[in-house]
């Protein structure tokens, strides 16, 4: 089973603040997943990267996978309230392509 | 419409109950799992169903039993529950297995209590 560590494991910021959070492994990747769990509800899906040293955008979120595969990041401009949430990458990689969770990285941003 | 549904949402029972969770997906895919969810919010997947056969079936107590009626469908039936069940348990689904960076699909959770 492959192991991913997410770090910070937990940020509590102000809104406007950027932050950057980490997904790493010494595992090679086929395709790495970030999710956004909100309080009582279930992780939704993100952003899907495949390709290494791929960067993929999603308004004010910025998706970076390793050059190896191993590792990727992810990095919000300006946080709102709203980006609250646990977030978390997956992974998956050899010949299942059910992704493995890391532990995620609680985010709170204040008003 | 919700697309991954779960019943029930809550539930609180003693130590020592059999209780059962159940799973519904309308998005016509073929693969369905469980994923149980510690305090800590680690995700962990229990089981994974393709098509109503058992695909992986990671180490989990044989007192957890899926059942799958039909590809729509997967349920969680739980024996003789513990203290240490008490967690969050996702139902979910995606396209078949084979294909890269699957789209997970979740439920809301259920959160169970064991007293």
Not at chain 1, 25 to 40: A, I
Not at chain 1, 78 to 83: C, E, M, Y
Not at chain 2, 81 to 95: N, P
């Amino acid at each position: 089973t492959q192991l991913l560590e997410q770090s910070p494991q937990f940020l509590s910021i102000q809104e406007g603040e950027n932050l950057t959070v980490y997904c790493n492994s010494s595992s090679v990747f086929s395709s790495l997943q970030w999710y956004r769990q909100e309080p009582g509800e279930g992780p939704v899906l993100l952003v899907t990267v495949v390709t290494g040293g791929e960067v993929k955008k999603l308004k004010r979120l910025t998706f970076q996978f390793g050059d190896a595969r191993k590792d990727s990041s992810l990095h919000i401009t300006a946080a709102q309230p709203g980006d609250t949430g646990l977030y978390l990458c997956a992974g998956a990689s050899g010949g299942s392509y059910i992704p493995t969770f890391g532990r995620g990285t609680s985010l709170i941003v204040h008003p | 419409d919700t697309a991954v549904s779960q019943t029930p949402k809550y539930l609180v029972t003693q130590m020592g109950n059999d209780k059962s969770i159940k799973c519904e997906q309308n998005l016509g895919h073929d693969t369905m799992y469980w994923y149980k969810q510690d305090s800590k919010k680690f995700l962990k997947i229990m089981f994974s169903y393709n098509n109503k056969e058992l695909i992986i079936n990671e180490t989990v107590p044989n007192r957890f039993s899926p059942k799958s009626p039909d590809k729509a469908h997967l349920n969680l039936h739980i024996n003789s529950l513990e203290l240490g069940d008490s967690a969050v348990y996702f139902c979910a689904s995606s396209l078949p297995s084979g294909s890269t960076g699957n789209t997970i699909y979740f439920g809301e959770g259920s959160w169970l209590t064991v007293v």
